[in-house]
T-cell receptor, first 116, second 113 residues
């Protein structure tokens, strides 16, 4: 079974530029998460999708961050404009069962963003 | 709101010895899941072990076991016979109904030869 795919692996941009990250979850997984992980900290949930609907985006800075999950499969996370404090690893994860909890989340390898 | 606290930023252990990582959480939910994830330098999060809140029996996976104290809201991870490959960041995570998955700050574990 293929894992969660993320691209790019690394990205360096200047502040005020825009950037987009892409995630392809494991086939059939209904739940998709985006996390921001600042160096030395635990992952912080930005947004949770169930199929193509948003379940939780309470910690997403909506003035600059946006995310979508078209057709309930792939997802993109965009930052516009980027700030220095957005430098972090952005992790995507997916989970198979929308209602049951007896399922783990599977993670991609993340995208390391550096804003200079 | 749910919170997960890991009070040990760094731990070290000698190879072949046993180490325990601590985790506490706060929730008003009665039904939930707890997880320990491992994150090596490659950044890939890997599930180590999971515990269902309604099960009193502590989960065990080979050298990894947990001590789940529901009343105390405590969920520690014990690694027996530590190996060099266990060196990584370890994150405690909580999942409530609806699937919101929340992580602690992490504990950096170093296994020394």
């Amino acid at each position: 079974e293929a894992g969660v795919a993320q691209s790019p692996r690394y990205k360096i941009i200047e502040k005020r530029q825009s950037v987009a990250f892409w995630c392809n979850p494991i086939s059939g997984h209904a739940t998709l998460y985006w996390y921001q992980q600042i160096l030395g900290q635990g992952p912080k949930l930005l947004i949770q999708f169930q199929n193509n609907g948003v379940v939780d985006d309470s910690q997403l800075p909506k003035d600059r961050f946006s995310a979508e999950r078209l057709k309930g499969v792939d997802s993109t996370l965009k930052i516009q404009p980027a700030k220095l404090e957005d430098s972090a690893v952005y992790l995507c994860a997916s989970r198979p069962t929308p209602k049951g909890m007896n399922t783990e989340a599977f993670f991609g390898q993340g995208t390391r963003l550096t804003v200079v | 709101a749910q919170t997960v606290t890991q009070s040990q930023p760094e731990m070290s252990v000698q190879e072949a010895e046993t180490v325990t990582l601590s985790c506490t959480y706060d929730t008003s939910e009665n039904n939930y899941y707890l997880f320990w994830y491992k994150q090596p330098p490659s950044r890939q999060m890997i599930l180590v072990i999971r515990q269902e809140a309604y099960k009193q029996q502590n989960a065990t996976e080979n050298r990894f076991s947990v001590n789940f104290q529901k009343a105390a809201k405590s969920f520690s991870l014990k690694i027996s016979d530590s190996q060099l490959g266990d060196t990584a960041m370890y994150f405690c995570a909580f999942m409530k109904p609806g699937g919101k998955l929340i992580f602690g700050q992490g504990t950096e574990l170093s296994v020394k030869p």
